[in-house]
């Protein structure tokens, strides 16, 4: 009886990878469509609020006390307007990444058209409400975008859709922390509705994910791995975003524990990445180094928790 050997075929990576996966992206695309809702910028903005500004209007210049928001608000609201102007640069990435044509590009395209209308709103509200130094926002644009954008280890497609599905539910997170922590409903209100536009958004990459653990687990964990562990906001390169950073996770927008329990464990659960059964070597080394950055970013999270109780009760006795 001759010996019986069983050859396991290779998993599809890059261009391979991107070609399996084009069923799912129309699939998809469509029922993305079909749930989206239509909806307009200007019917955000507090028009009625609005008046001149100085130069070549000859209007009022902008004075810091006539904002209504939170200091944590305006920084937050900052931040989030700053990285959505960097669209541009995003889209050049994931278009450069997934292509032009057929199903990946119509995606691609309407994911931009969707998100190009965050920055519309928040900037037509931010400059109607006076709620910033709308000078200071201006030069922030100029200095960002022109620094432009290159995402952190996006050497492969399946990196790039592991990065933003996680990216997304952060963004949607943010956005609709912002909103409760910035003292104006109208403010509220455009937030939240910006945040439906980023979790649809995240679904469709999610499911693109799991879709990719079928296809190619090893892979997918690997990227997965390599994605939590070097994860950084695309917004990371604005002028000043440590120390806002630090604002808004005292302030209770994003912090390591929201972004711990609200943004990773919740990807992991739904793609039952600690459940998985079909991983070889490789997908069990990346599912390892996962599980040891967790349990790291879970006591970090479990000290920043202690030391902003203990700052709101120096600030209590302080009152």
Same mark, same amino acid.
């Given at each position: ?17 991107? /070609?399996?996966?084009? =069923?799912? *992206? ?30 070549? #209007? ?38 450069? #990444? !997934? ?28 400059? *109607? ?12 644009? #100029? ?22 599905? !996680? =990216? ?35 679904? !469709? ?22 994605? *939590?562990?070097? !994860? ?26 929201? /972004? ?42 479990? =000290? ?16």
């Amino acid at each position: 009886m001759g010996v019986v050997v069983t050859v396991i075929a290779p998993e599809p990576t890059g261009i391979d990878l991107l /070609h399996e996966l084009e =069923q799912v *992206v129309a699939v998809e695309l469509d029922r993305h469509l079909s749930v989206a809702k239509e909806w307009f910028p200007h019917e955000y903005v507090p028009w009625s609020r609005g008046r001149d500004f100085d130069g070549a #209007m000859g209007g009022e210049a902008w004075r810091p006390e006539e904002s209504g928001l939170t200091e944590v608000g305006r920084i937050a609201l900052t931040l989030n307007l700053l990285t959505e102007d960097n669209l541009p640069s995003y889209h050049y990435e994931i278009a450069r #990444m !997934f292509g032009r044509d057929r199903a990946w590009g119509t995606w691609v395209h309407r994911w931009t058209a969707e998100e190009g209308r965050h920055g519309i709103a928040i900037r037509d509200y931010l400059t *109607v409400a006076r709620a910033v130094d709308p000078v200071a926002l201006e030069r922030s644009r #100029m200095e960002h975008m022109e620094a432009g954008y290159q995402g952190d280890h996006m050497g492969s497609p399946l990196h790039v859709v592991s990065y933003v599905t !996680f =990216q997304e539910l952060a963004t949607r997170v943010s956005h609709r922390n912002s909103g409760k922590e910035c003292g104006d409903p109208v403010a509220e209100q455009l937030l939240a509705r910006v945040a439906v536009d980023e979790n649809l958004h995240m679904v !469709f990459y999610r499911n693109l994910l799991k879709a990719a653990f079928e296809l190619a687990p090893d892979t997918a964990m690997r990227s997965v791995a390599d994605m *939590v562990l070097g !994860f950084r906001m695309p917004g990371h390169g604005i002028s000043g975003f440590e120390r806002a950073s630090l604002k808004i996770a005292i302030g209770g927008v994003y912090n390591l524990r929201i /972004h711990h329990d609200d943004v990773i464990q919740p990807v992991l659960r739904h793609l039952k990445v600690m459940e998985r059964t079909d991983l070889g070597p490789v997908g069990e080394r990346a599912r390892d180094e996962l599980d040891a950055f967790l349990a790291d970013l879970a006591a970090k999270a479990a =000290q920043f928790d202690e030391r902003l109780e203990a700052r709101r009760a120096r600030q209590a006795a302080r009152a």
